[in-house]
């Protein structure tokens, strides 16, 4: 399955979320080095959020979100503020390979926790993170713990932020040594 976001050209918008302190999660992102994938992997696990949530296919919130961007947005952020090919890669190949990456989750969890059971905003950041991780291998780790630890602050308290950074570096540290 693939996702085409060039053909939403009239999606003009993400949502935002506060991160306190007068500034917007998409602000920070602005300002910080990671700027337009940062956007873009906030949009990532928005748009699989809601896919989840809604229990829709990713590609159909996509075209709702085509004609009504408001479904998708709380501040402007413009399509051009997010890289398209590489959000079009990281949602199709997070869907291509989603029992392979929920495994690797559910291994690196307590023997009592259901990942099918996790808050659906962290489902979807952990695997947003952990294919990165798998299958991007030209983006360094810690560009990508840190940018979904940042996303993950936005979301949750400092021990789910904490459990997100062990998640991700536990499954980094399996793959370097495969």
Known sequence: MTFNVCNFSKLRYIPDVSVGFGMTMQEKIR????????LTRLYAVQVMYRSEFEKKPMDKILAEAKYDPKILLSEEI?????????????????????????????????D?????????????????????????KDVPANVVFNEYIEIAKSFFKKGEVSFVNGILNSIFKQQKSV
């Open 78 to 110: 413009f399509l051009n503020e997010i890289d398209a090919e590489f959000f079009t890669e990281l949602l199709t190949k997070t869907q291509n390979h989603r029992d392979e990456i929920d495994k690797l989750i559910e291994k690196n969890v307590a």
């Open 31 to 38: 300002k910080s080095k990671s700027g337009l994938r940062g």
């Open 112 to 136: 009592n926790w259901e990942f099918s059971r996790f808050d659906k905003v962290m489902q979807a950041l952990l695997r947003l993170g952990v294919c990165e991780i798998v299958f991007f």
